[in-house]
């Protein structure tokens, strides 16, 4: 009684027809107290990243986001990109994801992206220690590995092979990153 909450949206109207005391909101999902309600699948994604950030910070959000990037891929898929990136509401930094998810092979300088983007240095890294919990360096490097870790469990490739298609010089430089990014 009182509370708000909201369901899928095709299901709204009989919701607050049989819940009249409820207040229904059309929104992805809603923390009312110890309620929390979602409207659909993304919703719920959503809310768990949400959560995440509340309970461990920005970064291990974005480090949870970034798990969903690489679903195993159906034969004859392209190979190619790190599919949709974890959404961020601020452009600036969606820009900048989106830079580096396109050049994991290549990896372009921080300058170089910052300038693409727009932005000063500065203001890059401002952003992402502000709103990520991370550096645009360690950002990016993580998503090298996540793509190369991908390559390797999933597809079966070599660790010279996804070293290679992910801007590392050779297979123990690839094992290296990895190795302290698990330290």
Not at 45 to 68: C, K, N, P, T
Not at 128 to 154: D, I, K, N, T, W
């Amino acid at each position: 009684d009182g509370r708000q909450a909201t369901i899928h949206w095709q299901l709204l109207g009989e919701f607050a027809a049989t819940f009249p005391k409820v207040k229904v909101a059309r929104s992805p999902f809603v923390t009312d107290g110890k309620w929390q309600t979602c409207g659909s699948a993304a919703g719920a994604m959503e809310l768990v990243l949400q959560e995440i950030a509340h309970r461990f910070g920005a970064a291990a959000r974005f480090d949870a986001a970034s798990m969903f990037l690489n679903a195993p891929r159906l034969s004859g898929e392209s190979n190619e990109g790190l599919g949709n990136l974890p959404s961020h509401p601020n452009p600036r930094i969606r820009k900048v994801l989106d830079l580096m998810a396109t050049s994991v092979d290549k990896p372009r300088g921080l300058p170089e992206l910052a300038a693409a983007a727009g932005l000063t240095l500065r203001t890059m890294a401002r952003l992402f220690e502000a709103e990520l919990g991370l550096s645009p360096g360690r950002c990016y490097q993580h998503l090298r590995l996540a793509r190369a870790h991908e390559l390797m469990l999933v597809q079966g490739m070599s660790a010279a092979d996804a070293a290679l298609l992910c801007g590392f010089s050779c297979a123990a430089s690839l094992k290296r990153a990895l190795k302290k990014s698990h330290s």
